[in-house]
């Protein structure tokens, strides 16, 4: 009967060794398994990145990969952004977009960030980002749409234009001056 002990005390020992690693792991297990999937809490994680100065520590959200392209905008919007990269390296010239997609310039410096989000029905939500970029107040409205449980940008309009503008007008003047 002695010889079944130990064994009883190593399985409890690893029983007690499993539960802990178990619930050390429970608090981070919540964040990745099930994330807030809001619209709103997409659109803050995106700008939290903007609050401060491009000069300082405010970075932004950099895209300088396909992968990062195509984790935050559309199918759509992400191929013509990938494309007109691509295509512009190749004449070396500029982007269309050749600033910041998500502020819509090239450099910032933003206080005073709230987003908002409203659901517009089914598989859609519209978000308001309104700031203080230097000085100045601004507003940045987005157009979402959720992919899976995951929300993608499908449109960002700035004071002036739209993200998708910038292609539309490219296309349109790439067309009036044929290559020769």
Known sequence: MTSG????????????????AATAATPILPAYAAPDSSAKTFLQQIYQNYVG????????????????VRGYFTVGLATLILEDRASAAKRGEPPALDGDPF?????WDISNLAVEAKDTGGAKAI???????????????????????DWRIADIQWDESSLRALYRKKATVGDAYPAR
């Open 5 to 20: 002990t130990p064994s009883r005390v190593a399985w409890s020992r690893r029983s007690i060794l499993t539960a802990l």
């Open 103 to 107: 502020v819509g310039h090239q450099e």
């Open 127 to 149: 978000g308001t980002v309104t700031f203080t970029n230097a000085g100045k107040q601004e507003k940045v409205v987005v157009e979402l749409l959720r992919s899976g449980k």
């Open 53 to 68: 100065s491009s000069a300082g520590a405010a970075k932004g959200v950099p895209l300088p990969a396909a992968k990062d």
